[in-house]
């Protein structure tokens, strides 16, 4: 019914950035809240970044100030902007969203995950 397909992940050296994007498709009538989470080696998933329909957004305190969180409402997208990347920020990446049907149902969905890994 909806796919969220993620990309933008890769390999990058410590104070680097990178722009991860996810796109939903599908039978979607509108999206409510999207997120960007990740899951390192043995850890368990966190979220990094929140961002709500009408632009609002929170982050985790590991990453304020170096990612920034934005979508497109008319496209269906959101994007991750990373910068200062450091070690600790290598893990799979998920996109996240809670999106209303066009049988006007609400459910979550998670995209397959992009691999960030970041070099010392």
């Known amino acids: 019914q909806v796919q969220l397909v993620e990309s933008g992940g890769g390999l990058v050296q410590a104070g680097g950035s990178l722009r991860l994007s996810c796109a939903a498709s599908g039978s979607i009538f509108s999206i409510n809240a999207m997120g960007w989470y990740r899951q390192a080696p043995g850890k368990q998933r966190e979220l990094v970044a929140a961002?709500?329909?009408?632009?609002?957004?929170n982050y985790a305190d590991s990453v304020k100030g170096r990612f920034t969180i934005s979508r497109d409402n008319a496209k269906n997208t959101m994007s991750l902007q990373m910068n200062s990347l450091n070690p600790e920020d290598t893990a799979v990446y998920y996109c996240n969203a809670e999106v209303v049907l066009t049988t006007m149902r609400a459910y979550g969905y998670w995209g397959q995950g992009t691999q960030v890994t970041v070099s010392s």
């Open positions: 961002i709500s329909r009408g632009g609002s957004t």
